[in-house]
């Protein structure tokens, strides 16, 4: 995963405000210890261990990126996706959410970005690569882990006119666009696209402008959602 975002993401603050939510103590404080050593622009704010504790503290402290464990005890059962949707259902919330969880399940992924967190990483990421999606989705971008980013398929459906409508936006784009365009939306940082194509960093940050803009997308979130949504990862 990489820091780096499009050109059309918004610039970064500072400081981005972070909130732990996690039913375990010892990762609260394993991920608290990590980021603090190897992100000094990320500032843990607060942390919580419930479906209550975590939506009152998302009021209370308002947080830039709540970092959200997909299963919580207490509210009516809906761990973390209760959260987001709950919180995210307030107009002025300036909150996003990013799942980090042990579970790799397709229906865990599902759940929380029908609830509008915006990436999800399994807790086998390293610190450095924790810091970066915390970041990329603080950008307003999406961010996942790379084989689980296949799994937002589940979420939208699409008929034939949908595919067509996929088929000549695709038209628009050159076969290493393309390439490009898959690999971004599965959640490749910009220097894993580079590896996987033999292409520099600059080549894959110009083929992702390319890409957004002849599709007339503003961010890699929603780049992902319009892949998944047509079947293209």
């Not at 732990?20 to 704010?45: F, Q, S, W, Y």
């Not at 088929?167 to 490749?188: K, N, P």
């Amino acid at each position: 995963m990489s820091a780096t975002n499009s050109a059309d993401s918004p610039a970064l603050p500072a400081t981005i405000r972070v909130l732990l939510v996690d039913d375990h103590a010892m990762v609260r404080a394993g991920v608290r210890a990590e980021l603090t050593t190897h992100a000094p622009d990320l500032e843990i704010v607060g942390e919580a261990q419930d479906v209550e504790g975590a939506i009152a503290a998302v009021r209370e402290l308002r947080p830039d990126v709540v970092l959200l464990d997909v299963h919580l005890p207490g509210g009516d059962g809906g761990g973390g996706a209760e959260v987001a949707r709950h919180c995210l259902a307030e107009a002025d919330s300036p909150s996003r959410f990013l799942a980090l969880s042990v579970s790799d399940a397709a229906e865990d992924v599902v759940a929380v970005i029908r609830a509008g967190a915006r990436g999800y990483v399994t807790k086998a990421i390293s610190a450095k690569e924790l810091a970066d999606a915390v970041r990329r989705v603080a950008a307003g971008d999406a961010a996942f882990s790379p084989r689980l980013a296949g799994f937002v398929l589940d979420a939208f459906g699409t008929g034939a006119g949908d595919v067509a409508a996929a088929d000549d936006e695709l038209d628009r784009l050159s076969a290493r666009e393309r390439e490009v365009m898959r690999l971004i939306a599965r959640g490749y940082s910009y220097k894993e696209v580079a590896a996987e194509l033999f292409i520099s960093v600059k080549t894959v940050e110009t083929h992702v402008s390319a890409v957004l803009r002849k599709l007339q997308l503003s961010s890699r979130h929603e780049l992902t959602r319009w892949a998944a949504a047509r079947r293209l990862l």
